[in-house]
C-alpha cells in the first residue's frame, strides 16, 4: 500500500486506540497512520505520543483544541495528508467497526481497478451489519437508500465512513466549502465527488458495531443528514 495513509479521528477512544493502530499497521509495512484528536479528556493523544516512539516515521498526530465534528476532523486530516504528499487517503473510524483487514479491498479499487473513491459498503450486498439493534440498522438502511434517491447518486451505502479517495479527488474538492460537520459529512463528500464525474467504486464489507467505547452519534447528527441533503441536492441545481 506504497503512498496511502488511514485518517483515524477520535475523541475518548483511549479504550480502541492501540490496538486500532496496531491492527491497521499490521496489514502493510507501508502504510501510514494520522490520527486526528479533538483534545480527548481520556488522553488518547497522549497514547498515541507514546505509540510514536514504536512507530516512527509512520504514526503521525493532529490534535486540535477542542471537539469540532467528524468533518471538521477530516478536512482538517485531508489538508496535511495533501501537504505531505500521499496519493490514497483513507477514512477509518477508531472502534473496529471497521475491519482493517478490508483496507486493501479500499486499495486495490483504487490502485489497481482505477476508482477514485472507493467505499466500504455494507449494502451492496444485502444488509451487512453485526450488533446493531433492528432499528438503527432499519434506520441507516432506509437512510443510504433516502440519499440516493433525492442526490441521484447510485451508490448503496451513501452514509460509509470507511473509504479511500485518491489524490486528485480531494484536490478537486473545495474542501473550504464543505459544509456538514456530523455523518451529513459523508454524503456530501460523496455527492461532490459524484458531481465532478470521479469513478466510484463499492467494496462490500461487514460492519461491527463498537464493543469499546461510546457512540458519537446524536439526534442532531442525525437531523443534519436528512434536511441537509434536500438543501445540497438543491443548490447543486442552481449552480446548473
Known amino acids: 500500500m506504497t503512498g496511502a495513509i488511514v485518517i483515524i479521528p477520535t475523541y475518548n477512544e483511549i479504550e480502541n486506540i492501540e490496538a486500532i493502530i496496531k491492527a491497521v499497521f499490521s496489514q502493510s509495512n507501508a502504510i501510514h497512520i494520522l490520527v486526528v484528536d479533538d483534545n480527548s479528556p481520556d488522553l488518547t493523544a497522549l497514547k498515541v505520543k507514546e505509540l510514536q516512539q514504536t512507530f516512527s516515521n509512520r504514526l503521525f498526530l493532529e490534535v486540535r483544541q477542542e471537539k469540532s465534528g467528524l468533518g471538521t476532523a477530516y478536512i482538517h486530516g485531508f489538508k496535511w495528508c495533501l501537504d505531505k504528499n500521499y496519493q490514497y487517503i483513507f477514512e477509518m473510524d477508531a472502534d473496529f467497526s471497521h475491519n482493517p483487514k478490508d ?138
Not at 112 to 137: C, E, F, K, Q
Not at 177 to 190: H, V
Not at 226 to 240: A, D, E
Request: proline share 1%; charged share 20%.
Open 103 to 240: 483496507l486493501q479491498k479500499l486499495y486495490d479499487a483504487c490502485a489497481v481497478h482505477g476508482a477514485d473513491l472507493s467505499i466500504g459498503s455494507r449494502y451492496i450486498t444485502g444488509v451487512n451489519v453485526v450488533n446493531w439493534p433492528m432499528g438503527r440498522v432499519l434506520m441507516s438502511y432506509c437512510a443510504s437508500k433516502y440519499v440516493r434517491f433525492i442526490t441521484g447518486m447510485k451508490i448503496n451505502d451513501t452514509t460509509a465512513g470507511f473509504v479511500c479517495y485518491k489524490r486528485k479527488v480531494l484536490e478537486t474538492i473545495d474542501l473550504n466549502a464543505i459544509k456538514f460537520i456530523g455523518y451529513a459529512f459523508q454524503i456530501e463528500m460523496k455527492f461532490k465527488t459524484y458531481l465532478n464525474k470521479f469513478k466510484i467504486i463499492e467494496v462490500p464489507v461487514i460492519f461491527t458495531d463498537r464493543t469499546k467505547g461510546e457512540s458519537k452519534l446524536s439526534g442532531g447528527i442525525i437531523s443534519e443528514a436528512i434536511f441537509g441533503v434536500i438543501s445540497m441536492k438543491l443548490k447543486s441545481l442552481l449552480k446548473k
